[in-house]
């Protein structure tokens, strides 16, 4: 009977001592062999700058609608503020144009308003992408809106 228990004994000593080594070398290895690293966190703060309201009108099935939408654009880099902050009369103009070629419907609805969210990241970044110092912005976003 004491053969058995010790028998018992070992062999329970030596599956749990098994698992342990296979947890190891599965799991724990499998996080870090071949695993991409962690991306860097930017840890820099935002830096916000609003673009004054730009006033649009519409024609919609014979009577004049004005739309009005503030915009600001949001950065990490503070050279990238500073150039916002110097072009805004030029950054306005493209959003007018901007506003000007959408549908009044679309601009209208929540999808719309995504894209033309969308259509202001990629303008001011085409605008800026090839000046003296790296551009960068994070988002645009629409901070005011009204239709009259």
Same mark, same amino acid.
């Given at each position: 009977?004491?053969?058995?228990?010790?028998?018992?004994?070992?062999?329970?000593?030596?599956?749990?001592?098994?698992?342990?080594?296979?947890?190891?070398?599965?799991?724990?290895?499998?996080?870090?062999?071949?695993?991409?690293?962690?991306?860097?966190?930017?840890?820099?703060?935002?830096?916000?700058?609003?673009?004054?309201?730009?006033?649009? !009108?519409?024609?919609?099935?014979?009577?004049?609608?004005?739309? *009005? @939408?503030?915009? %600001?654009?949001? &950065?990490?880099?503070? #050279?990238?503020?500073?150039?916002?902050?110097?072009?805004?009369?030029?950054?306005?103009?493209?959003?007018?144009?901007?506003?000007?070629?959408?549908?009044?419907?679309?601009? !209208?609805?929540?999808?719309?308003?995504?894209?033309?969210?969308? *259509? @202001?990241?990629? %303008?001011?970044? &085409?605008?800026?992408? #090839?000046?003296?110092?790296?551009?960068?912005?994070?988002?645009?976003?629409?901070?005011?809106?009204?239709?009259?």
């Amino acid at each position: 009977m004491n053969k058995f228990i010790l028998i018992g004994i070992v062999a329970t000593v030596l599956l749990a001592g098994g698992a342990a080594a296979a947890y190891y070398f599965l799991v724990m290895n499998a996080e870090t062999e071949g695993a991409e690293p962690a991306p860097k966190l930017d840890k820099r703060a935002f830096i916000y700058v609003e673009i004054p309201p730009i006033v649009a !009108n519409f024609d919609v099935k014979g009577k004049m609608r004005y739309v *009005q @939408i503030t915009t %600001s654009l949001q &950065t990490r880099d503070a #050279d990238s503020g500073d150039t916002i902050k110097n072009n805004i009369p030029l950054i306005q103009s493209d959003l007018l144009t901007l506003m000007q070629g959408a549908d009044f419907n679309e601009i !209208n609805s929540a999808d719309g308003k995504a894209r033309f969210i969308k *259509q @202001i990241e990629k %303008s001011v970044n &085409t605008m800026f992408k #090839d000046g003296p110092k790296p551009f960068e912005i994070e988002r645009a976003m629409i901070t005011g809106f009204v239709i009259q």
